[in-house]
C-alpha cells in the first residue's frame, strides 16, 4: 500500500486505486477505485506490468497519474505457446490447520461427503420436469415432521443425454456417473426417460466400482404406469436408508476442496483469491486437497503457475493443458483472450493477461501435483489442476463431478451462483459484502483495511470449518442449486 495504491511488485510500472483518483493526465477524468494508474511514463508499445508480470503494452503514451485501461492498453497473447522449463519455485512455509475438528458423513472406506441429501439426477433433459415433480410430491408427502436426519431433496435438471455423439455422448453419461457417486448424497435416483441415448442399463453397467447400489435407484419412466409416484416411492426406499446416518469425526485430509473465481474485479487478485490461496496451502499442509481450473483464466499467467510445477513430467502435462484449450479457442476460429467480460473492465481489469495473473493466485504457492482430465475424479492428494472452461456453472459443476465436496469462491462484482455442491462466496470488498450480504458468506475486504492477511486466512478457515460441519452457505439458504454440463459437438 503507497498512499492510496496498492503496489503488488516492486517491478510494477502501474499501481491500483484503492479509492477514486483524479487522473494526472486527463484533467477532468476520475480513475474509478480498483483501476490501474500509471506510477511513471509509460511509452507506447512498452510493456505494462502488474503482479511483476506483463499484462499488455501501451497503445499509447502514458504519463505518470494516467489511467491505465481498456483505451491506452492492449493484451500481449496469441495462440499457442511454446514453454521453456522453469525453475521450481518451493512452496511457502503453511501451516496446518488446527483446532477446527470435523465432523463428516462416511461414504464407504475412502470417500467423506459434508452434505446428507436426496438427489434425483435425469440421464437425459426430456425427463426434469419429472424429476422436480418427484421431488415435490415426496417433500409434499413426508415433510410434516421435517425429514429429519437429511439436508435436502433436490434435482438437477440439464439438457443433455439424447441427440449427442461421440465425446459429447460420452462425456455426458460419466459426468452425470460421477455426480450420482458424489459423497454430499446419501441416496440417488438415476431417472430415464427410455428411448434417449443416454440408458439407464449402460448407464447402471458402467458404474465405477466404487458404486453402492444400496443407494441408488434407477427409474425408467416409460416402463411404469406412474413415474411420479415410482420415483415417490423410490425416494422413501432411499430415505429410510439415509435418515440414519450421523456425522462422525473427519480430518482436513478428507477434504478436496474446488477453487473457483467468478464476476471478477482488479480487487479480486488483491484481496480474495490470494486469500484463498493461503487457505489451499493450509489444507494441504494438513493432508487435503485443492483444484484449480478455469484454464482459459490462466492464459498469460501460465508462466507464473508452470513455476509450481515439480518435475517435468508435471511441467509438460501442465503446458499441454493450457495448449489444448488455446486449440479449443482457434477450432472454433475464435481469439484466446477474447476475455475479460464487460463485468470485469468494470471492475478494472483490462487484459485477460491481467485477469489470469490475479486468477491463479487461489492456488498460493504449494506443488502441482496431478493434471485431471475434465471426466476424471481427484486422486493425488495436494494441489491438483483439472480441465475445465471459465464458465462460472459449468466450472463449478465439473469441480463436483471430480469430487470436491466444497467451492471456494471468489467474486468482486458479485454472483447469486451455487453449484450442486455448497458454494462458499467471498467478496473482494467490503463494499459487495455490505450491499450483497444474501450472497456473500465471507469478506476479504478486511484485508484491502488493514487486516493482516494471515488473521483473514483464519477467519476463512473458521467460515469454512463451519459449512463443512453443516452450516449452510448463502447459496444453500436461497435454495439456488445448479448444473451445466460441458457441451462442444454437435446436436442432432
Not at 461414504?107 to 434425483?120: A, H, P, S, Y
Amino acid at each position: 500500500m503507497k498512499k492510496e495504491l496498492f503496489i503488488l511488485d516492486k517491478s510494477d510500472n502501474v499501481g491500483v486505486t484503492f479509492t477514486a483518483l483524479q487522473s494526472r493526465q486527463e484533467s477532468s477524468a476520475i480513475i474509478p477505485a480498483g483501476h490501474k494508474v500509471a506510477l511513471c511514463d509509460i511509452p507506447a508499445g512498452a510493456a505494462v506490468i502488474k503482479y511483476g508480470a506483463v499484462i499488455g503494452y501501451a497503445t499509447v503514451d502514458i504519463y505518470e497519474g494516467g489511467h491505465v485501461h481498456i483505451h491506452n492498453l492492449k493484451t500481449g497473447l496469441s495462440d499457442k505457446s511454446v514453454y521453456e522449463k522453469h525453475d521450481y519455485r518451493q512452496p511457502d512455509a503453511a501451516l496446518p490447520v488446527s483446532g477446527r475438528p470435523l465432523m463428516l458423513y462416511r461414504r464407504g472406506k475412502t470417500k467423506c461427503g459434508i452434505r446428507n441429501e436426496l438427489w434425483v439426477v435425469p440421464t437425459v433433459g426430456c425427463v426434469n420436469g419429472t424429476a422436480a415433480s418427484i421431488v415435490r410430491r415426496f417433500i409434499d408427502r413426508y415433510n410434516e415432521n421435517g425429514l429429519p436426519g437429511i439436508d435436502g431433496v433436490f434435482s438437477f435438471p440439464h439438457p443433455y443425454g439424447c441427440s449427442q455423439l461421440g465425446d459429447d455422448h460420452t462425456r455426458t453419461r460419466t459426468l452425470l456417473q460421477n455426480l450420482v457417486l458424489h459423497p454430499n448424497a446419501g441416496g440417488v435416483i438415476v431417472l430415464g426417460l427410455g428411448c434417449e441415448n443416454n440408458q439407464i442399463k449402460t448407464f447402471r453397467e458402467t458404474l465405477p466400482d466404487d458404486a453402492d447400489f444400496e443407494r441408488l435407484e434407477f427409474l425408467e419412466s416409460q416402463s411404469v404406469e406412474d413415474e411420479i409416484e415410482a420415483g415417490v416411492e423410490a425416494l422413501s426406499r432411499l430415505y429410510e436408508k439415509a435418515k440414519d446416518d450421523k456425522r462422525t469425526q473427519g480430518q482436513w485430509s478428507d477434504l478436496v476442496i474446488g477453487l473457483e473465481c467468478g464476476g471478477s474485479d482488479a480487487l479480486s487478485g488483491i484481496t480474495a483469491n490470494p486469500l484463498i490461496g493461503r487457505v489451499s496451502d493450509r489444507i494441504i499442509a494438513s493432508g487435503g486437497s485443492t483444484v484449480l481450473t478455469e484454464v482459459p483464466e490462466m492464459f498469460g499467467a501460465e508462466n507464473v503457475l508452470l513455476k509450481q510445477c515439480p518435475d517435468d513430467e508435471l511441467f509438460s502435462r501442465t503446458a499441454e493443458m493450457i495448449n489444448q484449450w488455446k486449440t479449443y479457442y482457434t477450432a472454433h476460429n475464435l481469439p484466446v483472450y477474447e476475455n475479460p467480460s464487460p463485468g470485469n473492465k468494470a471492475g478494472g481489469i483490462t487484459t485477460l493477461e491481467e485477469k489470469s495473473l490475479g486468477c491463479i493466485r487461489k492456488a498460493g504457492s504449494s506443488a502441482i501435483v496431478d493434471v485431471a482430465g475434465m471426466e476424471e475424479r481427484i486422486s493425488r492428494q495436494g494441489l491438483n489442476l483439472l480441465h475445465a472452461p471459465g464458465n462460472d456453472i459449468v466450472a463449478t459443476t465439473l469441480l463436483g463431478t471430480a469430487g470436491c465436496q466444497l467451492v471456494l469462491f471468489s467474486t468482486g462484482r458479485g454472483t447469486p451462483l451455487g453449484g450442486f455442491i455448497p458454494t462458499l462466496k467471498i467478496s473482494s470488498s467490503t463494499e459487495l459484502y455490505g450491499r450483497k450480504k444474501h450472497w456473500i458468506d465471507f469478506n476479504a475486504g478486511i484485508i484491502a483495511e488493514g487486516i493482516p492477511a494471515e488473521k483473514a486466512a483464519e477467519l476463512l478457515l473458521d467460515r469454512l470449518a463451519a459449512v463443512v460441519n453443516g452450516e449452510e452457505t448463502a447459496a444453500e439458504q436461497n435454495g439456488i442449486r445448479e448444473i451445466a454440463l460441458f457441451k462442444d459437438g454437435v446436436t442432432l
